[in-house]
């Protein structure tokens, strides 16, 4: 149940009965050769709204330019700067937050935003702390990498063993090729799987990893694995969520 597809009115129907919502944020980056430069949102928005559809969850427009300066070196790149994602995080929870939401499930696409999404919960939590209005209900905010949930885990390893990598990966790329099957593209690549290693700025990143990816080998990726994944995550990420929620 996408939010931007309803009416006002059904938005006060649903909290009258639940609270919760599901806000998928990932990010606009570089996905070597052959992955999409949206990846990481559309992944997200994808599994969110299975998910939202199973468990009976509105989900929020995606947020899907995230922080990403470390692949500002390879074009089409776009990234918000940390405060700035935490203050559209919290502008996010506190406009819902108004209307009555009080739980708030984000399905993160993106390895790179984990540390300024957990900033941005803690300067919510320190803004109502602060407030001292005693007969507002309290919020609580949860982050949740769909590529880490068992199940996805599980299925990467048997899929991909180490090729799967950390950055352009299989499971990523496949799920967006069932996604958007027109977008499908193999190249060869070398080394066919990439190196790993660290890296501090988009300089320095593209230094290290020239073609964008680490660790991985994505021409493994097919649509089947994709719907696969796809599945799996949505499965996943609904219990998850619906076992959250009422905590």
Same mark, same amino acid.
């Given at each position: 149940?996408?939010?931007?597809?309803?009416?006002?009115?059904?938005?006060?129907?649903?909290?009258?009965?639940?609270?919760?919502?599901? $806000?998928?944020?990932?990010? %606009?980056?570089?996905?070597?050769?052959?992955?999409?430069?949206?990846? /990481?949102?559309?992944? +997200?928005?994808?599994?969110?709204?299975?998910?939202?559809?199973?468990?009976?969850?509105?989900?929020?427009?995606?947020?899907?330019?995230?922080?990403?300066? &470390?692949?500002?070196?390879?074009?089409?790149?776009? *990234?918000?700067?940390?405060?700035?994602?935490?203050?559209?995080?919290?502008?996010?929870?506190?406009?819902?937050?108004?209307?009555?939401?009080?739980?708030?499930?984000?399905?993160?696409? &993106?390895?790179?935003?984990?540390?300024?999404?957990?900033?941005?919960?803690?300067?919510?939590?320190?803004?109502?702390?602060?407030?001292?209005?005693?007969?507002?209900?309290?919020?609580?905010? =949860?982050?949740?990498?769909?590529?880490?949930?068992?199940?996805?885990?599980?299925?990467?390893?048997?899929?991909?063993?180490? =090729?799967?990598?950390?950055?352009? *990966?299989?499971?990523?790329?496949?799920?967006?090729?069932?996604?958007?099957?027109? %977008?499908?593209?193999?190249? *060869?690549?070398?080394?066919?799987?990439?190196? &790993?290693?660290?890296?501090?700025?988009?300089?320095?990143?593209?230094? +290290?990893?020239?073609?964008?990816? $680490?660790?991985? /080998?994505?021409?493994?990726?097919?649509?089947?694995?994709?719907?696969?994944?796809?599945? %799996? =995550?949505?499965? /996943?990420?609904?219990?998850?969520?619906? +076992?959250?929620? *009422?905590?």
């Amino acid at each position: 149940m996408q939010l931007q597809l309803k009416t006002w009115q059904f938005v006060e129907d649903y909290l009258k009965t639940r609270t919760g919502i599901i $806000i998928p944020i990932g990010s %606009t980056e570089q996905h070597g050769p052959t992955g999409l430069i949206g990846t /990481d949102a559309l992944t +997200a928005e994808m599994i969110a709204r299975g998910a939202g559809e199973k468990a009976g969850a509105l989900v929020a427009p995606t947020i899907s330019v995230g922080m990403a300066q &470390h692949h500002l070196a390879f074009p089409g790149s776009v *990234t918000l700067r940390p405060t700035t994602l935490i203050a559209v995080v919290r502008d996010t929870v506190v406009s819902l937050a108004r209307h009555g939401f009080t739980r708030f499930y984000f399905v993160n696409g &993106h390895g790179g935003n984990v540390a300024t999404v957990t900033a941005a919960f803690s300067e919510i939590y320190a803004e109502r702390s602060m407030e001292k209005l005693g007969n507002q209900p309290s919020i609580r905010c =949860a982050l949740r990498n769909w590529w880490e949930s068992s199940g996805v885990k599980g299925l990467s390893r048997e899929l991909y063993g180490s =090729a799967e990598g950390s950055h352009a *990966t299989p499971s990523e790329v496949a799920v967006t090729w069932y996604g958007y099957p027109q %977008t499908m593209q193999q190249k *060869t690549m070398e080394p066919r799987i990439a190196p &790993h290693g660290s890296f501090a700025d988009a300089e320095d990143y593209r230094r +290290a990893f020239p073609d964008g990816r $680490i660790g991985s /080998d994505p021409n493994l990726a097919t649509p089947e694995h994709g719907k696969r994944i796809y599945e %799996t =995550a949505v499965e /996943d990420v609904a219990r998850d969520y619906a +076992a959250w929620v *009422t905590r």
